[in-house]
Each structure stands twice: as C-alpha cells, then as structure tokens.
C-alpha cells in the first residue's frame, strides 16, 4: 500500500506509514469519509471503495487530462534530460480540513461536485505559477514546484499560488454557500527526479525531509491556516508577509521545525527594493552610463521625448542604475515603474497593472472602494477632460468600472481604448510635469504589453517623457528602431571598481594583493558577485578568523551565486570546496560538495546536444574526477 503523503510503500495490514507516520486510511472519492485499509464498501456513504476511485477517464486521474497544452510540452520535450536530476523544489500539500463535515451534510453527488470545483481552481492557480499537481489525494492535492520545470524563485511562485487558492476558494464559498477550509503546508528543499511518463506523472525521491515536512505542517495548520518551513520563509522573506509562529515537534525529525504563518503577499516586489530595506552597498562605477541617461532626461525634459534601451547579464546592475538615477534626479520628473516578472508572461498587462497601482497607492488590502476611490483621485487631479478614461482604467485594475458596456465591449475594442487611455493619461502627466516611466525585465514580459509599448512609441517624442525599458541579451525588442532611441548595455565592472566596492563595503582602505587577485578573478565583475563574496568576508571577520581563510569563503559564496549564469565555474567551484572539506577531515561537507559539483555536471552534460562531444565532456580529466569522488 502507497502513503498517500510520501509515496513510501507500506504492508497491507498497516494502519500509518512506516516512513512518515501518517495514516494510511483511504479517502473516499465519493464523500470524503475516511476508511480503514482493505474496506471494501465507504463506512460514510456505503460506495464500494474500488468502484468510487477515479476511472481512466476521470479527469484528474491523469496529468496528462488536467495540465495545459503549453506546460505539457515542455514536460515533455525536457523529459528525458530530467530523469536522474537533483532539484530544488517547494512542496506544497493541501487539503479540506472540514471535508468530513461537508460530506455528511451534502451527500455523495454534491460532495463530488463540490471537490471538482475544489480542483479545478487549484489546477489554476498552480498552473499559473508553472508548478504541477503531480496526483490528487482524496480531498486534496501534492503540488510540486521547481520540477520538473526548473525555476529559482520556486519558493515564492508556491507560496503566490497557495495565497491565489485561499482567495478563489472564498469565491466559491460565496457561490456555493459551502464553508469549505484548507489547510496547507510548504516545504523547499531537494529531490532525485525519476522517469516522467507519457501521462506526464512523475516519479522522483524526496532528499531527505522535503515532502514529509510540507505533509506534516500541513497536519498541523489549523482551518484556513497556510504554514511554512524555514527554508522556504528564508526564499520569500521580503516578498510575502508572514506571522512567526514557533517551534513544533514533529514526528520522524529529530529537530524541533520553526514554522511560520503565510498571510498574504507584499505586491510585485523587485530583489532590489528588498536589499534597499536591509542597506544597499555602496555604488560604484557607471558614471558614464549615469551621465547618458542624464542627458537624454536633459533633451525630455526640453520636449523631446526620449526612449533608452538598458541591457545586461543577469545581477550586473540594471536595476541598481537606474535606483541611483532615480535618486539622482529627485523632485526634477515624476518617476513611475513598472516591473515583471518570472512568472508574469501569462498574465496579462501585469507591468502596466503594477505601474498604476504604485502610481495610484493602491494596496494590496484595500477594499474595492478604496482602489476606485484613489483611481479617480489619480486621474482627475490631471483634469476634469480626462474623466471619459476612468471605465478603463478601473477595469484594467479589476475593479468595477462604472460603465456596463465597458464588460461587454469586444475585446479588440475595448484594448484600444485602455491603450489610448493610458497614452492620455501619460501625455497629460508629462505636461505638467516631466516623466520618467520605467519597465524592467521585458524578457519576462507578456504579450498584451509589448502591444503597448509599440503602441506609445510613436507619442514619445510629442511630450516631456523619457522612457527607460531594461532586459538581459537574447531578448527580441518589441519597439523598433527611432531617432529617439539610445541604447545602454551595460559590461562587467573594472578590477579598480570591484576592488574599490568590496573596499567600501568592508570599510578599509586596503586590501592584501593576493586577496584582491581573488576578487576580480572570482567575482568577474559582477557586483552581485562582488557583493556575495563581500559578505562571507565580513562574516569571517566576525568570527575572529585571519584573511588567508577568505579563498574558502569566496568559494563557498559563489557555489551559490553563479548557480545560474556560470555552470562551468560553479562545479569546478563545488569540487574545489570537497577538496578543502577532504584535506581538513570534514567528510559529511566534502561528500555534500562533491554530490553538488556532479549535479551541475549532469546538468552540462543533459544539455548538449552532439553524441561525440557529450562523450568528450564526460572524458575529460576533470569531469572524471568529479564523478569518482561523488
């Protein structure tokens, strides 16, 4: 018999798993009532318990029924690269907490109505986040985050989507009439993707507690309660607001687990606006791309609008140049922006939503009145004449927008008329006084906004606005060429810069020689680079250690750093740390050193195409040492 929280096969006769301790009790499909192993007919409903589970057919039977066509190609085209990969995953359980309740009052038939509604606004909202739902447990569901599509932010995009669930889940509530509860648990940490089959079900194995973890908080949440781990509070602190709650015991893990209460998400909130909270370090270098966006708000604000193009490599400093501009310019234009992000390409207008509510105050609690109430406040100080753009602008905010035709409007119609809505609205600003409008991350943008920006384009030189779009290489730009246009691409610092920002980050006038070699060849001068070896520095400081334990630090710093943008340097960084770990007695590090530099390995290896030079990457000295030592 399967465990229905870890997948870990027990005997018949046992009531609890052996590897979790959860009950090994069978849900019925039908009602919910919980059954003992090997009961043939539900002690709730009287349903004979085989003929109540889901047939091949039932629509969440198989994954391959319920996860979308553009999810399910990618799946399956990276299917086979996945199989034997070790991944950082979110787990998120949830179920319905009065589900026991709810079947005894409704019966079996609108019991089951009731749950496939339950699903299929899970299936939405986790879909929307690209995780999966890998199999449905009686009154509830696993999800998986992080795998089998891989994503950093794994952490926040389960707990954006857990949120997501509670929210529509009181939507239904309202329609059905039904008090239905859930409860949810969440966990990050590791697992050893299997095969992926056809149906897309996958088989993968948990790396020590990640998913009895999630299982286990979601056993102790209470009704409408979302809890938890510290490695995933660590992932989304900044980006979520969330309550403390303790320490809790809990069966199978010999550590107390601190869990915390999820409450409700912080906005779209951008890396940097979170590191400004905690003390940016000091800027250094780029004066000269200072000095170009300077003067194209120079020629703005003389009338002659202005469109710049800022381009670089992830963590190079896109975001932290135009912070300083931003501070730079002060009380000289209006400053508004909008952000994407990872997951925003399904969601429509999302950068231009995220404008306007920072815009316009808009709070992520404020009630419906409250949102129209500051929109209007927003629009109409610019101008009585402006009160004709006011349905759209509430509808594009999700709020009731005044005017019934507006809902019923053709789609095509009714865009044209939030697009020129929106050009009014900026062309008015821009008359009273000069604006600067910010997008970043245009890689991650959707669709429905890259029409826009095409579409204020050609207005841009008509008025006091500087238009500053950022994206990484490889992006194709929607906004073709103009006279207007400038373009920023912004390269790795100088060795003299990373010296002199990891100088004033530590607050000393010098560093040793051999020290400064290390940083400008580790680091390569990225700043985030720079930054993250900074502050392993000032925590050996901190403990009194010398500086000649600092080659150990930086090492350990950019095994997490350059997870992403340099594969190559990160294993052999991982595999010189399992020599230091060796050399000094510490096996259990070194072997976890070790099993990391291989993983990002198998990673390079997966993603090459040609037969003969995977096979001469996998002989090369280096490589082979990887794999005898893990």
Request: glycine content about 6%.
């Amino acid at each position: 018999m399967q465990c229905h929280q870890c997948h870990a096969e027990n005997r018949e006769e046992r009531r609890f798993c052996a590897e979790c301790g959860a009950s090994l009790n069978r849900a019925c499909p039908s009602c919910g009532f919980s059954n003992e192993p090997g009961q043939k007919f539900c002690g709730g409903c009287g349903t004979p318990v085989a003929a109540a589970e889901p047939t091949p057919e039932s629509k969440f039977s198989s994954p391959k029924l319920y996860t979308p066509k553009h999810l399910a190609e990618k799946i399956l085209q990276s299917k086979t690269a996945l199989a034997g990969e070790r991944k950082q995953v979110t787990t998120l359980f949830c179920d319905i907490a009065n589900s026991t309740v709810l079947a005894n009052r409704l019966g079996p038939e609108e019991m089951h109505a009731l749950l496939n509604q339950f699903f299929d606004l899970a299936l939405t909202e986790v879909h929307r986040y690209e995780g999966t739902i890998n199999q449905f447990l009686g009154d509830g569901f696993m999800a998986l985050f992080g795998a089998p599509l891989a994503h950093e932010d794994h952490a926040r995009r389960a707990a954006l989507a857990a949120l997501e669930v509670q929210n529509e889940l009181e939507d239904l509530v309202s329609r059905t009439s039904h008090s239905i509860k859930v409860r949810m648990g969440l966990n990050s940490g590791a697992v050893v993707i299997g095969a992926i089959g056809d149906n897309l079900r996958m088989d993968y194995t948990a790396v020590g507690d990640t998913t009895n973890i999630a299982a286990r908080l979601q056993q102790l949440a209470e009704q409408g309660q979302i809890l938890v781990s510290e490695p995933t509070f660590q992932a989304i602190e900044g980006y979520c607001h969330t309550d403390y709650l303790g320490e809790f015991s809990i069966k199978g893990i010999r550590e107390p687990v601190k869990a915390w209460g999820l409450l409700s998400g912080r906005g779209a909130r951008t890396r940097l606006e979170i590191e400004a909270e905690r003390g940016l370090t000091p800027f250094v270098g780029r004066e000269r791309e200072l000095m170009l966006l300077q003067d194209c708000f120079e020629k703005a604000r003389s009338e002659q609008g202005q469109l710049v193009f800022v381009v670089g490599e992830p963590s190079i400093g896109k975001s932290r140049l135009l912070y300083e501009f931003h501070r730079r310019l002060g009380n000289e234009a209006t400053w508004c922006e909008g952000h994407s992000v990872s997951f925003g390409w399904s969601i429509a207008y999302h950068p231009l939503i995220d404008l306007l509510k920072r815009n316009f105050q808009i709070d992520a609690n404020d009630a419906e009145n409250a949102i129209i109430e500051k929109i209007e406040h927003g629009v109409l100080r610019l101008g009585d004449d402006l009160k004709p753009i006011l349905p759209y602008i509430r509808y594009l905010l999700a709020v009731d927008p005044g005017d019934p035709a507006v809902k019923t409007m053709e789609p095509q119609l009714r865009r044209a008329e939030i697009f020129d809505g929106l050009r009014r609205l900026t062309l008015r600003a821009a008359e009273i006084h000069p604006q600067v409008v910010v997008f970043e991350d245009l890689h991650w943008m959707d669709q429905a906004t890259e029409f826009y920006l095409r579409f204020i384009t050609d207005s841009i030189p008509a008025g006091r606005l500087l238009l500053i779009l950022t994206y990484r290489p490889g992006y194709i730009n929607p906004v073709e060429e103009r006279t207007f246009r400038s373009r920023i691409t912004l390269s790795s610092m100088s060795p003299s810069d990373s010296i002199a920002m990891t100088r004033s980050i530590l607050s000393v006038d010098s560093l040793p020689e051999d020290l400064q070699t290390t940083i400008v060849q580790r680091a390569e001068g990225n700043p985030f680079f720079v930054e993250e070896v900074t502050k392993s520095l000032i925590e050996i400081a901190a403990t009194g250690e010398k500086w000649d334990a600092a080659e150990s630090a930086f090492q350990q710093a950019l095994s997490i750093a350059k997870v992403v943008s340099n594969p190559t340097q990160l294993y052999k960084t991982h595999f010189s740390m399992g020599k230091f770990y060796s050399a000094s007695g510490q096996t259990e590090p070194a072997q976890a050193s070790y099993r990391a530099a291989r993983d990002v390995v198998d990673q390079i290896k997966n993603s090459i195409q040609n037969s003969d030079l995977r096979s001469g990457f996998e002989k090369s000295n280096l490589i082979r040492k990887v794999y005898e030592n893990s």
